[in-house]
């Protein structure tokens, strides 16, 4: 069985950085990619920024030039450090990987709340 354990979430003030940190464990062999997602209440989810195996990344508009997201191939960990928060980056943030030769993601966390707030 799979898991990802996120950590790294919390309240921040607007302007203000966090990092969030997700560990891949249990039966899998390979990765294609790892990416974060976040769903604030009343919205659809939306792909934040993502990362393949090769380094390749992939960031929303809404989040290029204040978030990065990185990763540790040999650890299957990715991060996503966030910089100029902002109260619309308000929402619970997951976790996924997508598996070689995949076209979805195949794998979730359970997510972490980030809330940005004065």
């Known amino acids: 069985q799979v898991q990802l354990v996120e950590s790294g979430g919390g309240l921040v003030q607007p302007g203000g950085s966090l990092r969030l940190s997700c560990a891949a464990s249990?039966?899998?062999?390979?990765?294609?990619?790892m990416g974060w997602h976040r769903q604030a209440p009343g919205k659809q989810r939306e792909l934040v920024a993502a990362?393949?195996?090769?380094?390749?990344?992939n960031y929303a508009d809404s989040v290029k030039g204040r978030f990065t997201i990185s990763r540790d191939n040999a650890k299957n960990t990715v991060f996503l450090q966030m910089n100029s928060l902002k109260p619309e980056d308000t929402a619970l943030y997951y976790c996924?990987?997508?598996?070689?030769?995949?076209?979805?993601?195949?794998?979730w966390g359970q997510g972490t709340q980030v809330t940005v707030s004065s």
């Open positions: 249990g039966s899998i062999f390979s990765i294609s990619a």
């Open positions: 996924a990987v997508m598996k070689p030769r995949g076209v979805v993601w195949d794998y």
């Open positions: 990362i393949t195996s090769g380094g390749i990344t």
